[in-house]
C-alpha cells in the first residue's frame, strides 16, 4: 500500500489538521528526506496553501489544531505544534502550545525548521544572487564542485532538485546530484 494509501485510511480521508474531506494531499514534513507514513500527513489545499505560504495565513482557519493537536500520530502533533508556534502572538495558541506534550524527539524534529524561534533569530539560506532559498525549492549549479570524499566533480550547469535546507547552518543547503546526496555551499548555487 503507498504511503497517501495509507495517511488516506488513517484519517478516513479527511485532512489530518482540520478535518476538510476535499483536494487532499500528501505533505512531507520537513526537514524529512525519506517519504513514509511516520513523517507525512494528509491536509487540505487550504492547510497546504497556508503551511507553504505563511503570508496567507487565515488565523481562524487554524482554530482546527485545538482537536488535531491531541492526535495519535506524531507527524499530525508535529504539524499542530509547528503551526501554533507560526500563530502564537495572537493569544489563543499559546494556551493550545501551553497544554501540548511532544516527547523528546518529536520537540526536536518539531524545532527543525526553526518555527519557534523570533524571526530575526531564524536562519536564512540565500543563493548566489540573494535569493531566498526554501526546502523543496530547485537551484543551478554556478561552479564545478568536487565533492568531498569522492572521485566526483559537480558541473557548473548541474539542476539539483528538491533542496533540504541545514537548519544549522545558513551556508549548507542539500541535494541529490548524479543520485548522491551531496552537501552543497549556497554561494555556489542559483535558484531556478
Known amino acids: 500500500m503507498s504511503v497517501l494509501q495509507t495517511l488516506q485510511e488513517r484519517s478516513n480521508s479527511s485532512c489530518e489538521l482540520c478535518g476538510s474531506k476535499e483536494?487532499?494531499?500528501?505533505y512531507l514534513?520537513?526537514?524529512s528526506l525519506n517519504e513514509n507514513v511516520d513523517n507525512s500527513v494528509l491536509v487540505c489545499k487550504t492547510c497546504l496553501d497556508q503551511i507553504e505560504n505563511p503570508d496567507n495565513m487565515d488565523t481562524n482557519h487554524w482554530r482546527c489544531l485545538n482537536?488535531?493537536?491531541?492526535?495519535?500520530?506524531v507527524a499530525v502533533q508535529i504539524m499542530a505544534w509547528r503551526m501554533l508556534q507560526r500563530l502564537r502572538k495572537e493569544g489563543w495558541p499559546q494556551d493550545l502550545l501551553d497544554m501540548m506534550y511532544l516527547d523528546d524527539?518529536?520537540?526536536?524534529?518539531a524545532r527543525a525548521t526553526g518555527e519557534d524561534q523570533d524571526e530575526s533569530a531564524k536562519i536564512i539560506h540565500r543563493d548566489s544572487n540573494g535569493v531566498v532559498l526554501e526546502t523543496g525549492d530547485n537551484v543551478v549549479l554556478i561552479k564545478d564542485l568536487k565533492v568531498k570524499g569522492s572521485s566526483m566533480v559537480a558541473k557548473q550547469g548541474t539542476a539539483v532538485r528538491n533542496i533540504?535546507?541545514?537548519h544549522e547552518n545558513a551556508e549548507y543547503i542539500e541535494g541529490k546530484v548524479d543520485g548522491q546526496q551531496i552537501v552543497?555551499?549556497?554561494k555556489y548555487v542559483k535558484k531556478t
Open 164 to 166: 533540504r535546507l541545514d
Open 29 to 31: 514534513i520537513p526537514p
Open 105 to 109: 524527539e518529536a520537540l526536536a524534529l
Open 184 to 186: 552543497i555551499i549556497t
Open 67 to 73: 482537536d488535531s493537536m491531541w492526535s495519535e500520530y
Open 23 to 26: 483536494q487532499l494531499k500528501q
